[in-house]
């Protein structure tokens, strides 16, 4: 048996932090996934630029059956933290919108980043091996990696999700935790596009791939204001990405298209002064071409707004200002960004990331139940857990 101090399982974020900060310590360290490359949740990111993290981060931003659970990791590992450390290593970065951070140049500087920093701290990396036969034992765990057998102190669970199938995304740490007696809290796909019964998507079928900047709101309330994009399949776009992980089936959203706008006001006033214009050219001022010409299609918007009694105006202002669509679903894992639920954070220690009730064992990233908003975020989580259980196990 090959014996380390730390075997981290999942070679992302998450991690790679984890063990980086282990190995700081001096800790024998073991980093094994079952992909053949690194980090691939990091490599196609932020459109191949990763989206490393937020400026904005704050536990508001973050979904958990304990939303005070993160405060402390998120704390003591901030957004300055990280940027510091690509800063070190010469990786220039740019703020896009709301805080939200990017490489310059490309994700695989990150990834090249963490590998560097890996074999700087003595981190063995084992991938294309599985991790199998988790055992707990007198002195730590035993577990067979890619056939042959180890031996640790300290287990480190960093599998992430079931997000992206595709790049290998398995429940494998889901798994995990109810093996060793942790409770899971129900997993669904978050950040991911919502979708429409094939009538609605009939009548809107003249408007998909048209984009326009809305708020969007839940049943609970909850609002983001960014762009949303019309799809063959329903709707996209950050916003609808961002309240996807609010939504639940059988709910409605409600969309403002044109925020900030009193859009009745707006077409009472274009009565006025402009009467001799047409209705779908007033709409058009205000929203993509394609979009006003369908809302005037709806609604029976023929001839100028001098002729438009306020019946139909009010129809029309309603049918900017408040939307209100029920999808009937979402993409699903196949292509939402994240996965909401997880190990259930009351199991674990918030300083340190390990359960409560089997010494050694940690669980980060992803796969605990924490989920944070489109925009760096859930990175800025990564490496933030990554390093807090660092610096325990």
């Not at 939200?100 to 994700?107: G, M």
């Not at 980043?113 to 091996?129: N, Y």
């Not at 939504?247 to 002064?273: S, Y």
Request: proline share 3%; glycine share 12%; hydrophobic share 45%.
């Amino acid at each position: 048996m090959t014996k380390y101090d730390v075997v981290v399982i999942g070679a992302g974020a998450a991690g790679m932090m984890c063990a980086i900060e282990a190995g700081k310590r001096g800790r024998r360290v073991l980093v094994v996934d079952h992909l053949h490359t690194a980090g691939e949740k990091i490599r196609i990111s932020g459109g191949g630029r990763c989206n490393f993290t937020n400026l904005r981060t704050s536990t508001g931003a973050f979904l958990s059956q304990n939303p005070r659970f993160a405060i402390s990791a998120l704390k003591r590992y901030t957004p300055q933290n990280f940027i510091a450390l690509i800063e070190r290593h010469g990786i220039a970065w740019h703020e896009k919108i709301l805080g939200q951070l990017f490489c310059d140049d490309s994700a695989q500087q990150i990834i090249d980043m963490l590998l560097v920093e890996m074999s700087d701290h003595g981190v063995a990396l084992r991938l294309g091996a599985a991790a199998e036969n988790i055992e707990k034992t007198e002195e730590g765990f035993a577990l067979t990696v890619g056939g042959g057998a180890v031996g640790c102190e300290s287990l480190v669970i960093a599998t992430g999700g079931k997000s992206i199938p595709k790049m290998g995304a398995t429940g494998f740490g889901y798994e995990i935790a109810t093996r060793f007696g942790l409770a899971v809290i129900p997993t669904r796909p978050a950040l991911v596009p919502l979708t429409f019964e094939i009538g609605l998507l009939e009548r809107l079928s003249a408007i998909t791939g048209v984009a326009v900047d809305v708020r969007v709101s839940a049943e609970d309330k909850t609002r983001f204001e960014e762009a949303m994009l019309f799809t063959h399949r329903g709707l996209s776009g950050p916003a609808i990405l961002q309240i996807s992980s609010y939504w639940r089936e059988g709910q409605a959203i409600t969309v403002d298209m044109a925020p900030g706008l009193d859009f009745f006001d707006v077409l009472r006033r274009h009565r006025t002064e402009t009467g001799r214009q047409a209705l779908q050219s007033v709409l058009a001022q205000y929203l993509p071409r394609r979009l006003a010409q369908h809302i005037a299609d709806t609604e029976g918007a023929a001839g100028n707004i001098a002729d438009a009694n306020d019946k139909l105006l009010r129809r029309i202002a309603d049918a900017v200002n408040r939307w209100t669509v029920k999808p009937v679903g979402s993409e699903g894992y196949r292509t939402a960004e994240v996965t909401l639920g997880g190990v259930d954070t009351a199991g674990l220690d918030q300083r340190t990331m390990q359960a409560r009730s089997v010494p050694g064992l940690y669980f980060i990233g992803e796969v605990v139940d924490v989920t944070g908003w489109l925009g760096g975020y859930n990175f800025q989580w990564a490496w933030a857990s990554g390093w807090s259980a660092g610096q325990a196990a």
